[in-house]
């Protein structure tokens, strides 16, 4: 099946600080990744999705300017958590479409934030 | 408003076969999934159904009617490992994936 890697797969912040966290692609073009949050015991929350170069189309609630989206190539996608705040702390997810009928979501194995 | 609704935690022994059920209420409808999440891992997909009926599929069958906005998923002959969350998710009429909040399968020996 299709790969999808994330990096980093655990980070540790302090409050006030920027992350970066990459999806890749890894044996297929995606022209459209999303990127999920999920908190513990919780479902996954659609944060946005991101398209091959365009804007991100960030849902409800999700402010743009604090999780900064960046499509830059149809293997990669990279979120930015801004001014990182210890409520930003969660275990994010991204997910791209492939298969035959491309409805087939394959998930990157998530990355654990901690914000301190 | 949409909403997916499924059993928050369920138990079953080893061997046995155990059944998740998901009723979903979706502005159109282009698709149910069901994905296992083991604790600290992203989900991975187990199943797609879009047509009425059973898709088996080795030890997981998944069951839908579009008509009363039902799936369940059936686990047979369970083994330990398949102890994980199990995520029931809808393709809207957009589709845009609506997804439940996960049913904790709990497997005992």
């Known amino acids: 099946g299709a790969v999808v890697s994330q990096h980093p797969s655990w980070v540790i912040c302090k409050s006030g600080t920027s992350v970066k966290i990459e999806c890749r692609s890894l044996?297929?073009?995606?022209?459209?990744m999303f990127w999920y949050r999920q908190f513990p015991k919780q479902s996954l929350m659609l944060m946005a999705t991101?398209?091959?170069?365009?804007?991100?189309?960030?849902e409800q609630g999700v402010e743009k300017d604090k999780f900064l989206i960046n499509h830059a190539s149809l293997t990669l996608s990279t979120l930015t958590v801004t001014s990182a705040h210890p409520e930003d702390s969660s275990f994010y997810i991204c997910?791209?479409?492939?298969?035959?009928?491309?409805?087939?979501?394959?998930f990157g194995p998530g990355t654990r934030l901690t914000v301190t | 408003g949409q909403n997916i609704d499924q059993p928050t935690e369920m138990t079953a022994t080893e061997g046995a076969i155990v059944q998740i059920n998901c009723t979903y209420q979706t502005s159109g409808f282009n698709g149910l999934f069901w994905y296992q999440q083991h604790a600290g891992e992203a989900p991975t997909f187990l199943s797609y159904n879009v047509l009425d009926g059973l898709e088996e599929k080795g030890r997981f069958s998944s069951f839908l009617s579009r008509s009363k906005g039902y799936s369940y998923l059936l686990l047979k002959e369970l083994q330990m490992k398949d102890s994980a969350s199990y995520l029931c998710a809808v393709w809207d009429s957009n589709y845009q994936l609506i997804w439940g909040a996960g049913t904790k399968l709990i497997i005992k020996p």
């Open positions: 044996d297929f073009q995606a022209t459209t």
């Open positions: 997910s791209a479409p492939s298969g035959i009928a491309g409805y087939e979501q394959y």
């Open positions: 991101s398209n091959e170069g365009s804007k991100a189309t960030y």
